[in-house]
Each structure stands twice: as structure tokens, then as C-alpha cells.
């Protein structure tokens, strides 16, 4: 059960966020709290990567089936390179091309663990993982199998008491669609849901 807690919706902006409103939300991304946040795409619960409970938080609030990985918001590519990861040709191609932007990519970590790595398009979120220290784990900000929210409004309706912060940055848009994911391993490129961006224009740039 997740605990309850008074929820208050904090303005972030798509880019300049005020620096107050960023030290209150890492402060509670630090204290193990989950905050909602805008992205490119929809909005997301978040938690610091640096709790290995945050997972288990998500879960619970979205009563997600623990079998769907949640993957990390990252805010440079450099910090692939904690997971030792190294990118071929191929990926940096996509990379550069979509990156920041609606593509969530699967990759193999030094510790054998499959990771989904996503660099998304809003400026003042990137600057929030920055300024966090770490990676934020992050998935749609719904109950699993609701439709997505894309207002801080819908947001507080849904998770009122059972989130420390909401960061309004407006409206992603009615027909937002969330992040496409693709898997990156030895054999290729494989497609596990297309959103926002499609396969195809990702394959048009991988040479054989």
C-alpha cells in the first residue's frame, strides 16, 4: 500500500524551470519519494534510480504487473557509460538522429540486466536528472491499462496523497502518444511498441 502524503503541484515550464521548484523536487527524489513529471511524450511517475525500492513503489501505485520493466530517464548519453554500455555504429546513428526525443532503447548492462534507456525532448527535465545525480525511473503516470495522462490536473485527479510533487508543465496534448521501444542486441533491432516515432524511419538508418 502506498503511504499517504499531501500532494502539491509545482509550475515547470518546458524549459528555464524556476530553480526553487527543482531543489524541492530532488529534494524528495532523494528522500526515496516519487514526484510526477511532464515529458515530451505524456506524463510520468518518477523515482530516484538510486533506491532500489523505487521499482517496487511504482509498481504498487500503478498496480503494474511487476513482469514490465520501468525504464530510466537519462539526460546525456555519458551516462550509458555507467551502465557499461558501449554504442556501435548503428546506435549512435539512432541515437543521434532521435535522442532527445520519443525513443525508449532496450540495451544490455555490464550486469546482465536488460535496461530501457530514454533521453527525452524537455529541457527543464533534463536538467532535473541532472541536477538529481542519477537516471529517474519513469513510465506513464496511470493506473495499468487506464489511458494515459497528459495534464497535471488528470495527474492530481488520479494520484491525489499518494505522490509528494506534481510538476505542471500544461498540456502533452489529447493525442499524445507515448515513446516508441526498440531492443538493441547481438542479433539486431527489434521492435517492441512503436509510438511516437516510427520503425521504420528508425531501420532507414541502420546499415548492414
Known sequence: MVASTKTVILPFPYSDPDVDVLDRAIEALQAGNLIIVPTDTIYGIAGSSMFSETEDKIFRLKNRPKDK???????????????????????????KKFWPGAL?????????????????????????????????????????????????????????????????????????????????????ITLIREGAISFKDICSLVKN
Request: hydrophobic letters at 35%.
Open 104 to 188: 525508449t532503447v532496450v540495451l544490455k548492462c555490464n550486469n546482465g540486466k536488460e535496461e530501457g534507456f530514454r533521453m527525452p525532448a524537455y529541457p527543464s527535465l533534463l536538467a532535473l536528472i541532472d541536477r538529481s545525480g542519477c537516471p529517474l525511473r519513469t513510465t506513464s503516470a496511470n493506473l495499468s491499462g487506464e489511458k494515459v495522462i497528459t495534464s497535471a490536473q488528470e495527474a492530481l485527479t488520479i494520484f491525489s496523497d499518494k505522490v509528494e510533487i506534481i510538476l505542471d508543465g500544461g498540456s502533452t496534448g489529447g493525442e499524445a502518444l507515448p515513446s516508441t521501444v526498440i531492443k538493441f542486441s547481438e542479433e539486431g
Open 69 to 95: 520493466p520501468i525504464p530510466l530517464l537519462i539526460s546525456n548519453t555519458k551516462q550509458l557509460e555507467d551502465f557499461g554500455i558501449k554504442c556501435n555504429d548503428n546506435m549512435e546513428a539512432i541515437l
